[in-house]
């Protein structure tokens, strides 16, 4: 199972990477295009917003597998020995529990919603419920680096009564 984790967090980590890279050209050719061609791009505005929005979501993802992410840190920061093991423990069941209702069982009904009603975006023209499947995709990755945290704290708690 670890070895799938890897993986993913790896395909992740440079998805991640050419989504950075795609909002520099875009961002660029924004600039290029309003000062010295003199005629704004219309698309390159709404594709960065677009482009934000999945690196922000999928960013928070990368950071919380990384321990990366400063506000999951700070409760377990100076506490050692099994209360640190316990409250990690209770804080990853709460974000697992956040990432399933709000953006598993949410994102599903916006992106829903949004292909049944048909949501265009203005420039692009691509479909909305695009945008918003990283909010799903994002929210299983969330569980899945929380699950092996807390497997992880758990383990470590076993192998310390086992000593």
Same mark, same amino acid.
Request: hydrophobic content about 55%.
């Given at each position: 199972?670890?070895? !799938? $984790? ?5 395909? #992740?980590?440079? +998805? #991640?990477?050419? %989504?950075?890279? %795609?909002?520099? %050209?875009?961002?660029?050719? /924004?600039? +290029?295009?309003?000062? !010295? #061609? /003199? ?24 950071? %919380? ?9 700070? &409760? ?17 069941? @709460?974000?697992?529990?956040?990432? @399933? +209702?709000?953006?598993? !069982? ?9 292909? /049944?009603?048909? /949501?265009?975006?203005?420039? !692009?023209? $691509? ?12 929210? &299983? ?7 092996? @945290? ?14």
């Amino acid at each position: 199972m670890q070895k !799938i $984790i890897d993986r993913i967090t790896k395909y #992740l980590k440079y +998805f #991640l990477m050419g %989504l950075m890279a %795609l909002i520099v %050209l875009d961002v660029s050719w /924004q600039i +290029f295009t309003r000062f !010295i #061609l /003199q005629n704004s791009s219309s698309w390159t505005e709404e594709m960065a917003r677009f482009l934000l929005i999945w690196i922000g979501v999928l960013g928070a993802s990368y950071a %919380l597998k990384t321990k990366a992410h400063l506000g999951i840190d700070i &409760f377990t920061y100076k506490l050692t020995g099994v209360k640190k093991q316990v409250v990690e423990i209770l804080v990853y069941t @709460f974000v697992v529990l956040f990432a @399933f +209702f709000i953006m598993i !069982i949410g994102g599903i009904r916006l992106v829903y919603l949004t292909f /049944q009603l048909n /949501q265009i975006s203005a420039s !692009i023209g $691509i479909k909305m419920g695009y945008i918003y499947l990283v909010l799903p995709i994002s929210g &299983f990755l969330v569980i899945m680096y929380s699950i092996e @945290f807390i497997t992880e704290a758990i383990k470590k708690s076993s192998i310390r009564k086992s000593v």
